[in-house]
């Protein structure tokens, strides 16, 4: 037997007179969402249109020609001098949309409807604050923006289009557009030592995007990986996401504690380092603790990803080359990424893959979106291969040892005895330790609440650090910023709540 709906007040909301679309089309999308949500069944038998025009108030025609369009998209049925009905025959569409609808509800009730990967992700973080909107000091990993050059890019992007949009538009080689892995070769084998050339670079969306293709094609679910404790909280996510038990590997003054690693499990699949500059301590992974690492990996068959996420900035001092132009067992994956030496959202990295595993790679950057934008690769190579690269590199290493020392500066004035400021030979930022005792995330939540940004350095821990510190970011900020910030600073540190949690 059908359902007979005397009345259709239980499915409507006010219909809105004023609104710019038409009432007999809000009318339709009532009806029409009612269906759809199960609100009126199949079957349904619906009130006459006279009635339903006097119930609602409005022109039958008004109600004559929603239903028309209904009838029309099958979600009505007339039976002759029976009147109108929902239809028992919904059109495939109507069920495509509650076959959708079931499976989001039933994930979010018991998760069933997502793979394990599915599941993994969606618990994943992969910072451990709010990285959008225009940096605030002393957000992290932020250049500076203030001093890109613009107008420069903007003509080698103009340029670029108008000598070379045919050539550009096509599908390109998922490995990445040729001139850019050239001249990224090049400038690796140069400046960091990295024995490499063009067929070795993989061009992915930054280095995260590289890490994570890195542990799905190398790691099987339950491999074991080490990871630097404290490390990068990106590397950590897509170990997680591929599945991986993570061992965390404490790190001292000569960095990676390889001799703890071992302790804790001597036989990793995947070994994550940042050598050049620890992440987010900052040590540099000691000569020798770099060949000890490179033998270990030969004789266990372990691959080592080398995160070489800063090291353009080093204010003092030659930089140790990287340790994958130190390997001769060809063990090291190297990863980078122009995040920080252009800015943040050109979202281009790199592997530097051993040659047995450049297919693999290839491969899996393919399966991941096909390629990099090509316009965007051209200009970056076009930047390198005229020299603007080089020279923004020196002028943002001069102008971030300027404002490391400013912060400096201003800690000395300002924060005596709140957070003690170490000053950095390299890197975008520095590591201030708190009196002992002192919560740092406490503390971060207080510079929050005054509009500072600094991030705990137990947010970037597995295991508990003995000491509470914060991590800021200078490179991004003028020093008037930094003056004004280090006050606030200042002041969330001196309050009461925080003195109380030493
Ligand atoms: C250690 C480390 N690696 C890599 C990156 C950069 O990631 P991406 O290239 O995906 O922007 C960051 C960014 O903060 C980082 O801290």
């Known amino acids: 037997m059908s359902k007979i709906a005397t009345s259709l007040s239980h499915v409507f909301t006010a219909l809105d007179r004023s609104s710019a679309t038409a009432l007999h089309r809000q009318l339709y999308n009532q009806l029409r969402d009612a269906i759809l949500s199960g609100r009126l069944s199949a079957g349904t038998r619906l009130p006459s249109t006279r009635e ?27 039976r002759v001098g029976d009147g109108t009905y929902v239809s028992t025959e919904l059109p495939d569409d109507l069920l495509r949309v509650k076959r959708v609808k079931d499976v989001r509800r039933q994930s979010q009730r018991n998760g069933r ?11 994943i973080s992969v910072s451990p604050g709010n990285y959008l909107g225009p940096p605030k000091p002393f957000r992290t990993g932020t250049p500076a923006l203030d001093a890109f050059p613009y107008k ?77 404790d404290p490390g ?12 991986a038990t993570l061992i965390p590997v404490p790190v001292d003054a000569d960095g990676l504690n390889l001799a703890s690693g071992i302790a804790r499990c001597a036989n990793p699949r995947l ?50 080359a990287a340790l994958q132009g130190l390997d001769t067992e060809q063990r090291v994956i190297y990863v980078g990424t122009f995040s920080k030496v252009l800015f943040p959202s050109a979202r281009l990295g790199y592997i530097i893959s051993p040659p047995d595993l450049v297919e693999a790679f290839v491969r899996a950057r393919s399966v991941g979106g096909h390629q990099s934008q090509t316009l965007d690769q051209a200009v970056l190579a076009d930047f390198i291969s005229a020299g603007h690269f080089a020279r923004h590199i020196r002028k943002m290493r001069k102008l971030y040892a300027e404002r490391q020392h ?10 005596k005895g709140l957070l003690d ?20 995330s406490a503390a971060s939540r ?29 490179t991004g900020y003028t020093s008037r910023q930094i003056w004004n910030a280090t006050r606030q600073l200042a002041k969330a540190l001196s309050t009461n709540s925080i003195k109380q949690s030493a």
């Not at 409807?113 to 618990?123: D, E, M």
């Not at 090049?186 to 890195?214: K, N």
């Open 52 to 78: 339903l025009a006097g119930e609602l108030a409005l022109a039958r025609n008004t109600v004559l020609n929603a239903f028309d369009q209904l009838y029309a998209e099958g979600y009505l049925a007339r």
């Open 113 to 123: 409807a997502l793979s394990k990967w599915g599941r993994a992700v969606s618990t």
């Open 152 to 228: 420069l890019w903007g003509r080698l992007l103009t340029q670029r289009w108008k000598e070379s949009a045919r050539a550009i538009v096509p599908y390109g080689d998922s490995a990445g557009y040729l001139p850019l892995r050239q001249a990224i070769a090049s400038y690796l084998s140069t400046t960091r030592g990295v024995r490499c050339s063009a067929e070795h670079v993989i061009i992915t969306c930054g280095s995260l995007h590289a890490l994570e293709i890195v542990a799905r094609v190398i790691l099987e679910p339950g491999d074991s990986a080490w990871i630097e």
């Open 232 to 243: 990068f909280l990106g590397a950590r996510a897509a170990l997680n996401a591929a599945g």
């Open 271 to 320: 070994i994550y380092v940042t050598p050049s500059h620890q992440y987010p301590l900052g040590m540099t992974l000691s000569l020798s603790r770099r060949l000890e690492l490179l033998r270990f990996a030969g004789k266990t068959g372990a691959w080592i990803v080398e995160d070489d996420y800063d090291s353009e900035f080093r204010y003092l001092g030659q930089p140790l």
């Open 406 to 415: 400013v912060l400096l500066k201003a800690a000395r004035s300002e924060l």
């Open 421 to 440: 400021l170490k000053p950095s030979n390299s890197g975008m930022h520095l590591i201030g330790w708190l009196p002992e005792g002192v919560d740092d």
């Open 446 to 474: 207080a510079a929050l609440a005054g509009d500072v940004e600094v991030t705990p350095l137990s947010a970037y821990c597995i295991e508990p650090p003995k000491s509470g510190a914060l991590r800021l970011g200078y």
